[in-house]
Each structure stands twice: as structure tokens, then as C-alpha cells.
């Protein structure tokens, strides 16, 4: 006997002097209800391509470009800080920075004057500002000493000193669009 494809037989003991032979065939799959109803697959759009300045950016980093001081929010160590040119911020211990490293800051999400914030979502791309941070110094912070009292026995003394990396913001460049 020929079975079709996707088929099999299966031999099952009948209550009768003869035996029984079945046939099994798998039920059709049942349609996804994301993939299987003839639907056209939407566009996503991708990421900005490097070198694109959409014309409400280029007018609103103009904008800021041309104001005495700005400022930005930069991402460091996944927590965001508000910095100006030449603060000092102090964030949690970088191993890897040795004193006097330059480091590029990316994970820009905003940058703002008095007058004028361009957002990023999340972030602003890299093409549009340049802001470099160097370390300068790798302090400990004073050692805080506390007692966990028990019910019974000896009092237990923990000891915890946080070590902190500090970085000054040299540079804040915002780049100029370039001309249409």
C-alpha cells in the first residue's frame, strides 16, 4: 500500500481476530495571526544614514550653533548628567581610564541654550555634536562604617569605601550642517 507524503500508518490491536491499520495524516497547520493571511509586509524604517541632515535638524543646530553656551544631557555609565564646558563630573569608578585619557561621549540625548533644545530619540546622532571628557582623577570616597546589631552574639561591623572616577568636559562642539 502507497502512502502520501506527510502520512503513516499505525498498527493498533482490534478486538477482533484481525488487525486494524490506520492511517494518520497531519492536520494542516493552523495560520499564524502575524504571517499567514496573505498580508504585505510593512516597511520599518531603518536608521539614519551617516551623512543625513534632515532640514528642521540643520536649522535647529544653527540655531544653537550660533548662541554663546550651551549645554548638554550625555548618557555615562547608563545614568545622564547635565553638563556645561569644563565641569567636573563624578561618576561611578571606569578601571579601564587611566589618568589623562580623552574619552568621546556619544550617548547624547539632548543638547540646549537658553533659547533653544534639540531632543534625541533616545539619543542624538553622533554627525551632529562632538563632546570629549578627560579623566582626571580616580578618588575613594570616606569609608562609611556601620554595625548590624543581633539578637544574640557578637555585633557585626561592615566597612564600605565607593570608588568614583572624575572626569572634566573639554569640549563641546556642535558641527555645522553642511551646505544644501
Not at 490506520?22 to 502575524?34: I, R
Amino acid at each position: 500500500m502507497k502512502l502520501p507524503q506527510n502520512t503513516s500508518t499505525i498498527s493498533a490491536p482490534a478486538t477482533g481476530s484481525t488487525a486494524q491499520s490506520l492511517k494518520v495524516t497531519p492536520s494542516p497547520a493552523k495560520p499564524s495571526p502575524l504571517t499567514d493571511f496573505n498580508t504585505v509586509p510593512v516597511p520599518v524604517p531603518g536608521p539614519i544614514k551617516l551623512g543625513t541632515w534632515g532640514d528642521d535638524t540643520k536649522k535647529a543646530l544653527s540655531l544653537i550653533y550660533h548662541q554663546p553656551s550651551y549645554y548638554a544631557i550625555v548618557e555615562i555609565k547608563q545614568r545622564p548628567y547635565h553638563v556645561h564646558l569644563n565641569d567636573v563630573v563624578i561618576t561611578m569608578r571606569m578601571n579601564d581610564c587611566k589618568l589623562g585619557d580623552v574619552l568621546q561621549l556619544d550617548r547624547v540625548r539632548e543638547i540646549g541654550s537658553m533659547e533653544y533644545i534639540l531632543q534625541g530619540n533616545p539619543y542624538l546622532h553622533p554627525d551632529y555634536i562632538d563632546i570629549k571628557a578627560v579623566v582626571i582623577e580616580h578618588p575613594a570616597a570616606k569609608e562609611v562604617v556601620r554595625q548590624h546589631w543581633k539578637k544574640r552574639g557578637h555585633d557585626k561591623i561592615v566597612r564600605n569605601r565607593s570608588h568614583h572616577t572624575a572626569l572634566r568636559i573639554s569640549e563641546i562642539n556642535i558641527k555645522k550642517p553642511p551646505p544644501t
